[in-house]
């Protein structure tokens, strides 16, 4: 196998380096001499190519499967190690038991180090304490807080009493809050004093207690003056149990570990259980796309309440890395300080970080040297802003690859990723995911051609794929009038991709009415249910408008409105959407119409409304 040499490639891989990597290992097995050869293999073979992977991570099982893949209730609610019982926090364990599982900079400059055992006997103390609580398995517990050592514990410690973390981003309003605590019916909450971002310290626990939550146990020091709990909530150090040594409680395969929530088109969010078998399609994206080792150390910004929280600490300690993680900003020069100083290899990243970073130059001046590669998801990335990443405090005439990494919550991971043995080109995708495949269809359900765009339809069966909604039909959203074809069974995933050719992509942002705001996925209809709400719209339509030069989309509001002041529409609506929806959702324009254009069956045409919007501009970005 070698390298392909092309002139125009940003990163061409040696072959010393193709030859280091997980990839690398399983090509040899296999006896392929292409990524798509591998991938292709893996689709059409899944039982063999999870069986191997399994093995590969040393998934600790209770009982043997009877059964690796049963379709028998369709490939839609294909089963995955039918028979078979486990825990799947105690393969997030294993190896030497005294190698740092998480390396930590405190917000106040202290660094710590966290042991595998540790970390194990952290989270059986955490166990403890809500079994004395009286949960139990099935219990759903709430966290809403920062990522700390302290919740990557009580993360690992919900689970291992059998119990389901439900996910709330600690940037959610208080209404958000109690609609995430009303669907996953949580019976205890975890949240933190306050929080600091970008120098000012934003309160938690009243925030969360705004939303009148169950018995919360709130974690660090009050910032200001003492603060007073709530009678019944406790705080951290008086919730932990005695005990750090909590046998692990046997589940199914398919019994929920985390509720997430992805927005949508609905009324509330969807709600999305993980199950003992989703953090495997964490654990194999990481192992074979971003390469991580035993022995790395893996840094993402994120918390609990994106799929990106539970993925970072399944993809590193399933794979007996270490997780680093800074309690701050990500776009402040301490951060990059932090990457060095830690010895970070592979380096997580939403694009409008790194655009953060070439605009201030605080990445500027570290030595970043043991950087294997760097990841990115959650938004489409700019092409000059990724070439200045690949030599980012590198020495010259050294490029780092970027891992390109494009899915979601209801996939468990990514469908689309860049692969360490194939050249790659600054914002786009080299190949699929392994073990997950899909088409990209034109508008008439054909399939597009290089050059062309069109949208995304997953393959079922996939591990990872979501089979079941907390407050909806997963049939209906993912399946139903999906187009055929030939000998597959098609899942809508509402993605807008441009097709390469040589197995090359380019992601286009969303070709459903969500999108994506600062990398959070949000809906047209909450944003339009919240302009309503006031009282001088007669109707609404929200859509995001992907700037040219890559990032986060920009929110856009159509309104028929009686305002006579505009600016001060705008404000109130600005104030509104912060206040119900998400302080970080802001507004980049609202626009006047009198009528919204509607299909025949009285559909808003949002497609319609982002073209019409993208030709006021003059095709760019305002």
């Known amino acids: 196998m070698k390298p392909n040499d092309h002139a125009d490639d940003a990163w061409i891989p040696t072959e010393e380096s193709i030859k280091a990597t997980n990839l690398y290992k399983l090509m040899q097995e296999r006896g392929a001499s292409t990524f798509a050869e591998l991938h292709d293999w893996s689709v059409r073979e899944p039982e063999a190519y999870w069986r191997r992977t399994i093995e590969s991570l040393g998934l600790v099982l209770r009982s043997s499967w009877c059964r690796l893949l049963d379709p028998t209730d369709g490939a839609s609610r294909a089963r995955w190690l039918a028979g078979a019982s486990l825990n799947i926090a105690e393969s997030c364990f294993q190896g030497d038991r005294d190698r740092p599982a998480i390396v930590t900079k405190r917000s106040d400059g202290r660094w710590e180090s966290i042991t595998v055992e540790a970390l194990d006997r952290l989270s059986d103390r955490v166990a403890d304490g809500l079994n004395a609580l009286g949960l139990s398995k099935g219990d759903a517990v709430a966290v809403d807080l920062a990522m700390t050592a302290e919740a990557v514990a009580l993360y690992l410690g919900v689970l291992k009493m059998g119990g389901v973390v439900v996910s709330i981003p600690d940037s959610c309003p208080p209404l958000e809050v109690a609609k995430r605590l009303r669907i996953g019916a949580a019976r205890a909450v975890f949240t933190q004093f306050d929080v600091v971002r970008g120098g000012k310290r934003l309160p938690m626990y009243e925030k969360v207690l705004q939303a009148e939550p169950p018995m919360t146990i709130v974690l660090g020091e009050p910032g200001g003056a003492p603060a007073s709990l709530r009678d019944g909530d406790l705080t951290w150090h008086r919730f932990l149990g005695a005990s750090d040594r909590f046998p692990c409680v046997e589940c199914a395969p398919q019994d929920p570990i985390n509720v997430l929530f992805s927005s949508g088109t609905t009324r509330d969010p969807k709600a999305i259980p993980w199950d003992h078998m989703t953090p495997l399609k964490c654990a194999s994206d990481a192992m074979y796309h971003q390469d991580v080792r035993a022995g790395d150390v893996v840094c993402w910004p994120t918390n609990l309440g994106w799929m990106m929280g539970p993925w970072l600490i399944f993809a590193a300690l399933m794979n007996r890395a270490t997780i680093a993680l800074y309690e701050g900003g990500p776009v402040e020069r301490g951060f990059c300080e932090f990457v060095q100083d830690a010895g970070v290899t592979m380096l997580g990243l939403v694009p409008s970080i790194v655009k953060g970073w070439r605009r201030t130059s605080c990445a500027e001046g570290f030595d970043w040297s043991l950087v294997r590669a760097f990841s990115s998801s959650g938004e489409a990335s700019n092409a000059d802003d990724y070439r200045w990443l690949m030599h980012l405090n590198q020495p010259v005439g050294v490029v780092k690859p970027i891992v390109e990494y494009c899915g979601g919550t209801e996939v468990g991971g990514g469908y689309l990723s860049n692969n360490l043995i194939t050249p790659q080109r600054p914002s786009e995708f080299n190949g699929k995911t392994l073990g997950c495949d899909f088409e990209v269809l034109d508008p008439q359900g054909r399939p597009c051609a290089p050059g062309e765009s069109g949208e995304v339809f997953l393959v079922a069966p996939a591990l990872g794929l979501s089979t079941r909604l907390l407050n909806g039909d997963n049939e209906a959203v993912y399946y139903a009038d999906c187009p055929k074809s030939a000998g597959k069974v098609l899942r809508r995933h509402g993605d807008q991709v ?110 319609t409304l982002r073209d019409q919007y993208r030709s006021l501009e003059g095709g760019g970005p305002a």
């Open 498 to 607: 441009r097709v390469l050719g040589d197995h090359r992509y380019q992601s286009e942002g969303r070709a459903d009415d969500a999108m994506n705001l600062g990398g959070i996925k949000a809906g047209s209809a909450e944003i339009e249910r919240v302009a309503t709400s006031l009282p001088d719209v007669l109707e609404a339509a929200a859509i995001g408008v992907p700037p040219a030069a890559g990032g986060p989309d920009r929110l856009v509001v159509y309104v028929v409105t009686t305002a006579a002041d505009l600016d001060d529409f705008e404000a109130r609506l600005q104030h509104a959407i912060k206040d119900r929806l998400n302080p970080l959702f802001h507004l980049h324009a609202v626009v006047p119409i009198a009528a919204l254009p509607r299909t025949a069956s009285n559909k808003v045409m949002h497609r």
